[in-house]
């Protein structure tokens, strides 16, 4: 079943589009990755998915519904939720508290029985609590539970980025780039992060990511962008072979290798 | 793997902190019965005047600083002052509303103004926001002046009654003859609306005020719809702010378009700024110290402004957490060996 | 964590050092001589200049008596065979009502002031509730308002306001000249709308005409675009009364380059001011009031010293001379009733002769306008510059109706 | 007869115009450049004004050598503030302003001590009035509008053709990029403070002659030009002179025609409702 479409989606910015009349379907359940050079797109596509720019023209159709030009905070409220290129937290707030501010959507607190402190609230709270350690537990940081996310080392970060993504619970996450920075063994047990959210909860991945050999290892199907135009889409290994793929792109860039 | 540490018992710790606040609320309740028997010491009018005036002071500057926190600058809070006890005034002396009714109408009022000028206004980063609020203020200002019937016009409108008596029969007749019985009103307001704001701080909505600050972006990718948020909290402490400025009224008799002026905001940025933003103490703190200062040197009141600019600079520029950072910087100083190995232990890369 | 608590504990102990200070501070008993004489006025803001000169000019008198300078020649002043000498204390309202009551809280119930003098009517209206009802006698330096002289607020008086001699110019105006059609310009302040009102029922008394009567915002620096409007309506003569002194000589100069020719009417100048700003030869015409070419020993008295003592550059004018009356009849009062009981001390004021830097006879009047004898006269004067020379057209009169 | 009051109006609401244009010129430009608010533009505004009184009447002075002398001196002095207050806080919006409201009082209520309470006037330099059409204008006003354009035009000239003008808005456009083509941030804020303060220098050294001084002057001065700025688009230059001019029109029209008691208020609620509207004011880019 197509969850999310996009229909010739152009974005453009003083006259140079950064997206052409794109078309993108994401099945549900799949893990699909968007790959292309510096500049190809990519993170423009996501912007647009969220709402955190209003493409020219075309249409963002998501479990069908027409969801161009929405506020970030509404798609996120449909069930896209992404993290970004940067490490990007609430970097004075603990781990705990990243992930508390996460369930935001799950929350469902009214400002009177906050402020009264009522009984059902204080129940309410410790829910949240139990929740978001759940989470934690999830992407094993609960040893950092109590640290500032300033402090944490970079994979950490990372990986405290995608839990805040998940506390939202999406039915569709996309990944800015998840991986630039890990080391090897960060890199594999982030993979294995994101297929066990996509196995154990059925929500459907979008990765945009440069390390190719990870987006080989991670993603069931690729789509290739260049110049904001899709120039390729197939499984893993199509992909690899795609001649045009390797002129555009494989071959000029050193992630390739 | 340096930094794995012995896993708590989370749901014990949480329960632990919710002790602490307890605790620290009991704190709080201590020293509101301490100034709840300060009446029955202190008989001269002077001293009972002088906390009056601090209580509504705080609720000004704690509401003024909680929007601040929301990332807005915020150069209107004499609009929304005035707003509340002109709103009152004119619903007790024309409308003919006790005056019970009155302030937290009044209070509604402002925060619907809030509303209204909240939503255009504050996805604009600060300093438009700035702007907007400041015209506000000098807007109403306008109005008051241009339109004698009913705001009274320059004059201003004087001869404004007193709360209306509260009367437990056989028991206790409060009548509002006394300035005791202002002094229990200001307190109580006060207490209501530190609650207010300690909750707000404390609660789920805190900690969402907080995230927008860190990180808006984040915060809108996660579902939360941050205009809501900063217009919540700039309508909640508004009205607070309004109501505060309702009793302001009731309690001088006299109120002119000139006690509503922009100076009233500059005092109130110079508490926040002085006292120390990040925490809540702080600005009461920064409101009492600096109130204290100015019944102190009122004799050389010519330099008084001279003082509490030269003292705003002086603590930008060296103390920019403010007077409640302090004790924790002279804490520090003391155990400086040991903050520098948690910073070697922070500094160790996993 | 006790670090922490230990300094929290030393800052408790700083305020409540600084608390005990302040419940401290009122000495008053222990020198059984000194009386208080408490002021609330403008010490900051843009109204500082006037508020500052009067602190000043008060100290001044208030010394005076202490001294035995001027006509009082004596060291002080004796109640029940004490001598006593005044102090004066003035506190600063900044024109914020809150500060207003503040300051009389402080000087009332703190200081335990009895008589307190007070700028701006907005601001006295603000505190007056508490003043009346400690038994304060006020004296309020502002434009007189019937909303705050009356009978029910016995213990607030006014000083020899000057705007009131409206009811004197006005009609020496239609008598002595062929003008007809008046302009009233007036801040848009308390004391510019009273005192426009005082215009206003001065120019009832006769068959004058107001065509332009309004106010412009008191910051105002440009004056071009309302001349403009003025001088459509073709006035005689502008009355701009009470404008504060540095927008005063503004319009003056900028009224001469729009064109216009006529006479203006204007209250307690500061000549030296208008010379230098507006130029004297553009001062051509302006009645001045009050203001005499021959100053009185006193007004002579009050000028060296001041300008001894506070130096040229913060002389506020003739202002000095209206400011400087009260604190000598107040004294004399205290004495003559042999009392400092302020009822006792209002009801002798009442019937008193007045000795003041503007001449005699001086008394106080106001039963006809405001139902109680609250306001002081005493002779006015009026001149205009004619030729470049100051001359007197009105020899002292006195305001009659408010008898 | 209408004719002549129709221009004479005009006039006024021209030197107006020019007036607040070039008091929020210097105002805008840090706005612009730095993305701060610098309140204590209105203190330089009243020390530009203090100095043609110390450097003309006490000094004796010609106006016209004052005149770079006063701009330079206060210039200086905003560098001086820049290296000194502004530099260690330059991240910190929020306490830039309050450090800049600070400054702006401290340095209004020192004035009172150090200048005195009596109003400062400067002596005219062109006496006399310019007739045209039945309409006046003073020859000291007309010489402000002239100076005052000049000043907009040469700040032009200095943004757009000149090497440290570029740099200075590449700077504002993208600091990064800025600093890789060698121009750096300090030389970029202190030039800023440099040419900021200069100009509410010039502009407190051209009306000291027409207006009257006080030290707080200033304060209701820095109010007029954030209303300017803010019609206009904080930080755009050609959106400041417009809605200075704008304001001036305002202002002169309702002042002859309604009266001077309404007009300030209209202009409030004018700009307030614009911005709701379009709270990007004329010229302004959406900084969300």
């Known amino acids: 079943m197509t969850q999310l479409e996009l229909q010739k989606v152009s974005k453009f910015f003083g006259g140079l589009a950064a997206i052409s009349r794109l078309d993108l379907q994401v099945q549900q359940g799949e893990i699909i990755g968007l790959i292309g050079p510096n500049g190809a797109g990519k993170t423009t596509t996501f912007n647009v998915i969220t709402g955190e720019l209003r493409p020219n023209e075309g249409e963002v159709i998501f479990e069908g519904q027409d969801i161009t030009g929405l506020r970030p905070h509404q798609v996120a409220t449909l069930g896209i939720v992404r993290t970004y290129q940067l490490v990007t937290l609430f970097p004075g707030y603990t781990a705990l508290k990243n992930v508390l501010v996460g369930l935001h959507l799950g929350a469902r607190i009214g400002f009177a029985e906050a402020i009264l402190n009522s009984r059902s609230h204080q129940r309410k709270e410790l829910h949240l609590y139990r929740q978001a350690q759940e989470i934690l537990n999830f992407f094993n940081l609960q040893a950092v539970a109590d640290e500032p996310a300033e402090n944490l080392p970079h994979g950490l970060q990372r990986k405290l980025g995608v839990a805040i993504a998940l506390a939202a619970r999406p039915k569709m996450l996309l990944l800015d780039e998840p991986l630039t920075g890990m080391n090897p063994n960060e890199v594999l047990e982030m993979i294995a992060t994101i297929r066990r959210i996509r196995d154990r909860n059925g929500i459907t991945v979008v990765v945009v990511e440069h390390n190719m050999r990870a987006v080989m290892a991670l993603c069931e199907r690729i789509v290739v962008i260049n110049f904001g135009v899709r120039i390729a889409e197939g499984a893993p290994q199509d992909i690899q072979a795609n001649k045009q793929v390797v002129e555009a792109y494989l071959g000029s860039d050193s992630h390739a290798a | ?350 | 964590m006790k670090a922490r608590a230990m300094i929290w504990g030393k800052i408790l102990m700083v305020v409540a050092g600084c608390l005990l200070l302040l419940t401290g501070a009122p000495a008053a008993e222990d020198q059984p001589k000194e009386v208080l004489l408490g002021g609330i006025t403008a010490l900051s803001g843009p109204a500082a200049p006037w508020g500052i000169g009067m602190q000043n000019t008060w100290q001044m008198a208030v010394d005076d008596i202490n001294n035995g300078g001027w006509w009082w020649q004596k060291k002080g002043f004796t109640v029940d065979g004490q001598k006593y000498n005044w102090k004066l204390t003035v506190y600063d309202h900044a024109f914020d009502a809150a500060k207003a009551v503040s300051a009389a809280n402080r000087l009332i119930s703190r200081d335990g002031v009895k008589y307190i003098f007070a700028f701006d009517g907005g601001m006295i209206k603000a505190f007056q509730p508490i003043s009346e009802r400690a038994k304060v006698l006020t004296v309020a330096y502002a434009s007189p308002g019937k909303d705050y002289i009356n009978p029910q607020n016995f213990y607030t008086w006014m000083y020899g306001v000057d705007c009131i001699a409206a009811v004197i110019f006005y009609p020496w105006l239609e008598k002595n000249t062929a003008y007809k059609r008046i302009a009233i310009l007036e801040p848009d302040h308390w004391t510019g709308h009273t005192t426009a009102e005082a215009s206003r029922f001065g120019i009832s008394k006769t068959q004058l005409e107001i065509v332009f009567d309004e106010y412009f915002p008191p910051d105002t620096t440009d004056f071009y675009p309302i001349l403009t409007r003025i001088i459509k309506t073709k006035p005689d003569l502008i009355d701009i009364g009470n404008v504060d002194p540095a927008a005063r000589a503004l319009f003056v100069k900028q009224a001469r380059e729009m064109g216009f020719k006529g006479p203006m009417y204007l209250i307690t100048p500061d000549i030296a001011n208008l010379k230098s700003v507006a130029g004297w030869e553009n001062c051509e015409g302006l009645y001045f009031l009050p203001y005499e070419i021959e100053l009185t020993p006193g007004q002579k008295h009050i000028e060296k010293v001041y300008i001894e003592r506070y130096g040229e550059e913060n002389w506020i004018g003739s202002l000095a001379y209206l400011l400087w009356d009260f604190a000598f009849w107040l004294t004399q009062a205290i004495e003559e009733a042999g009392s400092f009981d302020t009822t006792a001390v209002c009801n002798h004021l009442e019937k008193m002769k007045l000795k003041s830097v503007f001449g005699e006879p001086a008394y106080f009047a106001g039963q006809g306008y405001y139902g109680i004898n609250r306001m002081p006269l005493y002779p006015y004067n009026v001149c205009q510059v004619q030729k470049g020379q100051l001359v007197q057209v009105i020899t002292g009169a006195y305001a009659d109706y408010l008898k | 007869m209408e004719i002549t009051e129709l221009i004479q109006i005009t006039v006024n609401a021209i030197s107006i115009g020019a007036i607040y244009a070039l008091l929020a010129l210097g105002l805008t430009l840090l706005f612009g450049i730095m993305d701060i608010l610098f309140f204590a533009h209105g203190a330089m505004y009243m020390l530009g004004a203090y100095a043609a009184y110390y450097l003309c009447t006490k000094l004796g002075l010609n106006y016209f050598v004052a005149l770079p002398i006063g701009v330079i001196l206060i210039g200086l002095i905003g560098v001086v503030m820049e290296k000194g207050l502004f530099r260690p806080i330059r991240n910190d919006h929020v306490a830039i302003i309050f450090l800049a409201i600070g400054l702006n009082w401290f340095l209004e209520s020192t004035g009172f001590v150090v200048f005195g309470l009596r109003p400062k006037p400067v002596a005219s330099v062109f006496t006399g009035q310019a007739h045209f059409f039945g309409a006046t204008i003073s020859w000291e006003r007309a010489v402000v509008v002239l100076i005052g354009l000049l000043a907009v035009l040469a700040l032009y000239f200095f943004l757009m053709k000149t090497r440290w003008g570029l740099g200075m808005r590449a700077f504002a456009e993208d600091p990064l990029t800025a600093e890789l083509q060698g121009i750096s941030n300090d030389t970029v804020c202190s030039l800023g403070f440099l040419i900021g303060c200069g100009l509410a220098a010039l502009a407190g050294l051209l009306v000291a002659p027409i207006f009257i001084l006080t030290p707080t002057m200033g304060s209701h001065a820095v109010l007029i030009s954030l209303l300017v700025i803010g019609l206009g688009g904080l930080g755009s230059i050609p959106g400041a002179l417009i809605s200075a001019f704008i304001i001036g029109i305002i202002e002169s029209f309702g002042t002859s025609y309604l009266g001077a008691d309404i007009t300030w208020g209209m202009i409030f609620i004018f700009v307030i409702i614009f911005l709701i509207i379009r709270p990007t004011g004329i010229m302004g880019v959406v900084r969300e």
């Open chain 2, 1 to 350: 793997m340096t930094r794995v540490r012995p896993d708590p018992d989370r749901q014990g710790k949480f329960l632990g902190e919710m002790k602490a606040q307890q605790k620290s609320r009991l704190y709080f309740l201590g020293l509101f019965v301490l100034l709840g028997l300060v009446p029955l010491v202190l008989r001269s009018e002077y001293y009972l005047h002088v906390l009056i005036a601090m209580f509504y002071h705080v609720i000004y500057a704690t509401t003024y600083r909680f929007i601040l926190r929301t990332g807005q600058f915020h150069f209107g809070a004499h609009a929304f002052v005035g707003i509340g006890a002109y709103a009152s005034v004119l619903l007790v002396m024309r409308a003919g509303w006790s005056f019970w009714l009155a302030m937290p109408a009044a209070g509604l009022i402002a925060a619907f103004f809030a509303v209204l000028i909240g939503y255009p206004t504050l996805r604009l980063k600060g300093i438009y926001f700035a702007i907007i609020t400041w015209g506000f203020g000098d807007t109403l200002r306008f109005i008051y002046m241009r339109f004698k019937e009913p705001f009274g016009g320059p004059l201003g409108i004087f001869a404004i009654p007193g709360p209306n008596p509260i009367t437990i029969p056989g028991l206790i007749t409060i009548d509002f003859s006394q300035k005791t019985h202002f002094y229990f009103l200001a307190l109580a307001l006060m207490i209501v609306t530190l609650y207010i704001l300690h909750r707000m701080e404390q609660s789920r909505f805190g900690l969402i005020f907080g995230a927008i600050r860190e990180g808006d972006r984040l915060a809108r990718a996660v579902g939360i719809n941050i205009m809501n948020y900063k217009v919540l909290a700039f309508a909640v402490c508004s009205g607070l702010g309004a109501m505060a400025g309702s009793f302001y009224a009731h309690y001088t008799y006299y109120i002119s378009p000139l006690d509503f002026s922009v100076l009233l905001t500059i005092y109130l940025a110079i508490y926040t700024v002085v006292g120390g933003q990040e925490r809540y103490a702080g600005v009461i703190v920064g409101t009492v110290v600096l109130m204290l200062a100015g019944e102190v040197f009122a004799g050389y009141s010519h330099y008084q402004l001279l003082m509490y600019s030269g003292f705003l600079i002086v603590i930008l520029l060296f103390l920019p957490g403010g007077l409640i950072s302090l004790p924790g910087l002279l804490t520090r100083v003391g155990s400086r060996a040991e903050e520098k190995e948690g910073e070697k232990f922070r500094n160790d890369p996993a």
